[in-house]
């Protein structure tokens, strides 16, 4: 199957912004659609959704075409499950009903998975009996992800879904969205302007500015992109995909297996073999000439410099390559004229924390707020 499903090429015009871009939407995984407020970004979703006539331009899913020149299939004719920032449940029908709604309008010749099957997945299923009102924020957001796969779409829009809620609400509803991830075979667009909820959810990343497209690719890519200052800065960070390989009891350590090499995390994260995405924060990663021989820190490896991008602030973005993969670290540009780094130049990194997701269990072990000293 070509991983390319669907092509997104779309213009519009307002006296105070114009929207101009061209996406490519693969046909597995979630894709995030980020940047700041203002950007774009939920114009975009809303030119897929055919909810903007005003736009120009193609777009196509599939094998379909639902938009070219004169040609505009109108929303309701399009198999997209779209979930807003609120809820948008209708305030007179229960839960149950709400779902039913959108389970009615759905096209497909087929279900590819059970209501049940997505009530359970998203665990609303004590909550069917019950109106929007005595719903919380969070499970109103999860009752409203349900009736959009209850359409049986070909595409899911979710439209920063998390936005409205307190930090509370979004550390509940994000193990589901995890979930999601790992279990839905319809591919998603996700809108955000958080860099966390990217690199947690998304396999797939589109950076976006002033209506346009900076950039697209795969995450870990793109994550290296230190020539767009919006991935720079403090949000700085790395994702590296790995895999357990034991656990000890004794001092309650996981080894992981990545392909630089292993890094020791706090805690147990699963089997032998259940896969991990790591997020290590830039400004998490020492650098040093020599190993160090004694330090508190665990994780330290053999690198080589790739490269070294200035950042305002005194700051210096560092690209490097451990093994088979690509690190960056945020160090002051006083350190880095102390231990004049240059391309090609062998040093070893120092990571002293790391946020873990459980792809196995669907579960966040570690939060970017609340790292774990390595």
């Not at 359409?151 to 809620?165: F, G, H, I, K, T």
């Not at 706090?266 to 790591?278: A, E, F, I, S």
């Amino acid at each position: 199957m070509s991983i390319e499903a669907g092509h997104v090429a779309v213009s519009l015009s307002r006296p105070d912004f114009t929207l101009d871009v061209n996406i490519r939407v693969p046909s597995h995984g979630v894709t995030g659609i980020f940047g700041a407020s203002g950007c774009g970004k939920t114009t975009l979703l809303r030119c897929i959704a055919g909810l903007e006539q005003g736009a120009r331009g193609s777009v196509g899913f599939n094998g379909e075409l639902w938009q070219d020149g004169d040609h505009f299939v109108p929303p309701w004719q399009r198999p997209v499950g779209y979930v807003f920032q609120d809820a948008r449940l209708f305030p007179h029908m229960t839960v149950e009903r709400n779902l039913h709604y959108g389970r009615r309008r759905s096209r497909a010749t087929a279900e590819l998975t059970s209501p049940g099957e997505i009530i359970a997945m998203l665990g609303i299923g004590h909550l069917l009996d019950r109106r929007p009102a005595q719903l919380s924020g969070g499970e109103r957001q999860r009752a409203s992800i349900a009736r959009a796969l209850l359409r049986y779409p070909s595409l899911v829009l979710m439209d920063e879904p998390l936005a409205n809620l307190d930090a509370a609400r979004k550390h509940e509803i994000m193990p589901f969205l995890d979930r999601l991830h790992a279990s839905l075979k319809v591919p998603m667009l996700y809108v955000s302007h958080s860099l966390d909820e990217m690199t947690r959810l998304c396999d797939h990343l589109v950076v976006m500015q002033s209506g346009k497209v900076l950039g697209q690719g795969r995450l870990h890519d793109m994550l290296m992109r230190t020539d767009l200052p919006i991935l720079g800065g403090g949000e700085a960070s790395t994702v590296l995909d790995v895999r357990v390989l034991d656990y000890d009891p004794q001092y309650q350590l996981s080894r992981l297996q990545f392909a630089g090499g292993e890094i020791i995390v706090p805690g147990r994260h699963g089997d032998r073999d259940c896969p991990l995405r790591l997020r290590i924060m830039a400004s998490d990663v020492s650098l040093c000439r020599e190993r160090p021989q004694s330090s508190s820190i665990l994780n330290i490896l053999p690198a080589v410099v790739e490269s070294r991008q200035a950042e305002a602030g005194g700051y210096v973005l560092v690209q490097l390559r451990v093994g088979e993969v690509r690190i960056l670290a945020r160090v002051t540009l006083k350190s880095a004229e102390a231990l004049e780094l240059v391309p090609g130049q062998s040093l070893f990194v120092q990571i002293k924390s790391v946020a873990v997701k459980n792809s196995a269990e669907q579960m966040a072990v570690g939060e970017a707020n609340n790292r774990e000293t390595i």
